[in-house]
Each structure stands twice: as structure tokens, then as C-alpha cells.
């Protein structure tokens, strides 16, 4: 009996090794003699863009993340395209461009608000009240934080700034 279960446990290990390379077998395909590489993913195009942004190449990870949102964006897949814009606002705000983290931010709320996200919508204006800050628009990044649409809470003078 002992035997058997070796062999079994063999024969399943050995198939297991054999199904981990397939992929290997598959990934390139001969046109006429000549191989053609795939194409990154969005996924990876994201991965490496967050590699290249921890290495401190932001220029670059911002490329490979425009990348990612365009392809995303081709297939219609919105949620994995809010978290590229996410990535590029914060990019930008590395770069010392808030104008252009801005403009993703507000992609990044309206997609939230639109699929009713409150944590995220809070944290999104958060992040986009942070670039108004530093572009010298801190009455802009109250008036984000407050809601001041729905809310008078921040219109009273004990949140007033001294220009």
C-alpha cells in the first residue's frame, strides 16, 4: 500500500512539474520563422511602473502607468483604470505637478462618487486637497475637505485663513 501511494505521489508531482511549463512552451509564437513577443499587460505595465516608482524613476513609472491606462481603457475596465489615474496623480505630485494630479483626481472621485465609494470618495478629495494645498489653493482644499456644497460647517470664521 505504502508503494502505491509513492508512485501516486510521483506520478502527481511529476505531472505538476510538466503543467508549470507549458507556459513556457506557449508564450511565443512562430509566424513564418519569425517570433513575435508579446505585448505587456496592463497589470504588468502597472507592476513595472511601481517598481520604476520606488527606485525614485517617477518620470518613467508615469509612462508606464499612461500605458496601463490606455489599454485599461480599452477594454472598458474602469476600476483598474481609477487606480492607474491614482498612481499618476501621485506620480505627478512627485514631480511637482499638481495640476496634472489634480485633473487625475478628479476622474478618480467622479468614477467613486459614480459607484457610491465613500471611504474611497473621502480619501480621494483627501489626496486631491493635498495638490490644491500645494498649489497655492488652500481655501479650494478647505472648501474639498468641508463639502462646503452640502455643509455651511466650514463657512463660519473659526476656519477663515489669513491671506
Same mark, same amino acid.
Given at each position: 500500500?505504502?508503494?502505491?501511494?509513492?508512485l501516486v505521489f510521483?506520478?502527481?508531482f511529476t505531472f505538476?512539474?510538466?503543467?508549470?511549463?507549458? @507556459?513556457?512552451?506557449?508564450?511565443?509564437?512562430?509566424?513564418?520563422?519569425?517570433?513575435?513577443a508579446q505585448s @505587456?499587460?496592463?497589470?504588468?505595465?502597472? =507592476?513595472?511602473?511601481?517598481?520604476?516608482?520606488?527606485?525614485?524613476?517617477?518620470? !518613467?513609472?508615469?509612462?508606464?502607468?499612461?500605458?496601463?491606462?490606455?489599454?485599461?481603457?480599452?477594454?472598458?475596465?474602469?476600476?483598474?483604470?481609477? $487606480?492607474?489615474?491614482? +498612481?499618476?496623480?501621485?506620480?505627478?505630485?512627485?514631480?511637482?505637478? @499638481?495640476?496634472?494630479?489634480?485633473?487625475?483626481?478628479?476622474?478618480? $472621485?467622479?468614477?467613486?462618487? =459614480?459607484?457610491?465609494?465613500?471611504?474611497?470618495?473621502?480619501?480621494?478629495?483627501?489626496? =486631491?486637497?493635498?495638490?490644491?494645498?500645494?498649489?497655492?489653493? @488652500?481655501?479650494? !482644499?478647505?472648501?474639498?475637505?468641508? +463639502?462646503?456644497?452640502?455643509?455651511?460647517?466650514?463657512?463660519? +470664521?473659526?476656519?477663515?485663513?489669513?491671506?
Amino acid at each position: 500500500m505504502r508503494g502505491l501511494l509513492v508512485l501516486v505521489f510521483l506520478c502527481s508531482f511529476t505531472f505538476c512539474l510538466w503543467l508549470g511549463n507549458v @507556459p513556457l512552451i506557449t508564450k511565443s509564437l512562430q509566424l513564418g520563422g519569425v517570433v513575435s513577443a508579446q505585448s @505587456p499587460n496592463g497589470s504588468q505595465l502597472v =507592476q513595472q511602473g511601481l517598481e520604476l516608482y520606488q527606485a525614485g524613476n517617477i518620470t !518613467a513609472a508615469i509612462e508606464h502607468w499612461q500605458k496601463a491606462l490606455e489599454i485599461y481603457q480599452q477594454n472598458h475596465n474602469s476600476a483598474s483604470s481609477m $487606480i492607474v489615474r491614482e +498612481n499618476l496623480a501621485r506620480g505627478y505630485q512627485q514631480l511637482g505637478e @499638481p495640476g496634472q494630479a489634480i485633473k487625475q483626481w478628479d476622474e478618480v $472621485i467622479a468614477y467613486y462618487r =459614480q459607484v457610491g465609494n465613500l471611504q474611497q470618495i473621502g480619501r480621494t478629495l483627501t489626496e =486631491q486637497a493635498q495638490a490644491y494645498s500645494k498649489l497655492g489653493q @488652500p481655501t479650494k !482644499a478647505i472648501a474639498l475637505l468641508c +463639502n462646503s456644497e452640502k455643509n455651511d460647517s466650514c463657512n463660519n +470664521n473659526r476656519y477663515r485663513l489669513n491671506k
